[in-house]
């Protein structure tokens, strides 16, 4: 996870406090309330900590989990009362039982192989008890088809960051963009290259990753709905999945209509507020 390495300091500097100011509240909203006092929660792809940190500032026991060592690094300098491991979500699972889980900033949509997510949200799952959400966002084709990863640059006296070369391909549903970044370090530049790269999944491949994990009740919401306007919330859906208890028993094979009607997919503008319209149980 070089590339992630590399970015950890311009992500920690620039995007995770602008995008957790306006998701907060949004978990706030559809999560945190499900959530015993002193919940024990699992941040999945937590990044550099700064949602670890929201959370254990509430009173919450928080372990994060990360591919990337210099994410961590930041995350456990930031939030030392929270707890923090180097490990992809797709290959291994957090020791403890949860109440809880949490992935956000469509860290999901970095996992490039529909396999490997599946093997997420299983992991994910293992970690939790019975009935414990597990609240995610991710974003469909709408936000690659706007703004995503759009040509733009930071300079500053000791730190450049050039985003470039930003393109989506409806074909494998595969976005990209180039990132060089520079930083004076100790007086001196120092250079890195990454590229950064995030699949486009269906709703329909969510939905059946998620119940073939073991999670039953899921709800989607439209992130504009809720609050999350500009860039951000374009072509961003809100998940939150439960953790079902094993029983024995069919399991459902589709979605239950809404209530107005419509089909019941996950995808962007199917969701009114806070509501309960669409959701499957098994």
């Known amino acids: 996870m070089a590339s992630y390495d590399d970015f950890a300091w311009f992500y920690d500097r620039y995007w995770n406090e602008e995008f957790h100011h306006l998701a907060f509240p949004i978990l706030e ?5 499900r959530l015993p006092e002193h919940a024990r929660i699992l ?19 928080v372990t994060g989990i990360d591919a990337s060592s210099e994410m961590v690094a930041h995350a456990r300098r930031s939030v030392p ?12 699972r957090a020791p ?32 939790l008890r019975p009935g414990a959400p597990f609240v995610f966002d991710v974003l469909f084709e709408e936000a690659y088809q706007t703004k995503w990863g759009e040509n733009f640059a930071i300079v500053r006296d000791d730190h450049v960051l050039v985003i470039t070369g930003s393109a989506y391909s409806r074909v494998d549903r595969m976005a990209q963009c180039t990132l060089t970044m520079f930083r004076r370090i100790d007086g001196e530049w120092r ?25 039953g009740e899921i709800l989607c919401y439209d992130a ?44 962007p503008g199917t969701i009114s507020p806070g509501s309960r319209s669409i959701r499957r149980r098994r």
């Not at 999945?44 to 919450?60: D, N, Q, S």
């Not at 009362?81 to 291994?92: K, N, P, R, S």
Request: hydrophobic fraction near 35%.
């Open 29 to 33: 909203r559809i999560w945190l309330p």
């Open 191 to 215: 250079r890195a290259d990454a590229t950064m790269r995030e699949r486009c999944y269906t709703a329909a491949e969510i939905d059946r990753a998620l119940s073939g994990a073991g999670f």
């Open 43 to 61: 941040d999945v792809c937590c990044g550099t900590g700064y949602l670890a940190g929201l959370l254990a500032g509430r009173g919450f026991h």
């Open 96 to 127: 403890g039982e949860f109440d809880g889980a949490v992935s956000t900033f469509d860290s999901l949509n970095h996992i490039l192989d529909l396999d490997r997510l599946a093997a997420a949200f299983r992991n994910t799952a293992d970690t």
């Open 81 to 92: 009362g929270a707890e923090f491991h180097v490990g992809d979500a797709a290959e291994v």
């Open 224 to 267: 504009r709905d809720l609050g999350m306007g500009g860039q951000l919330g374009e072509g961003r859906t809100f998940y939150v999945a439960t953790k079902q208890a094993p029983r024995a028993g069919a399991r459902s094979s589709g979605r239950a209509r809404p209530s107005s009607g419509r089909a019941g997919t996950c995808g």
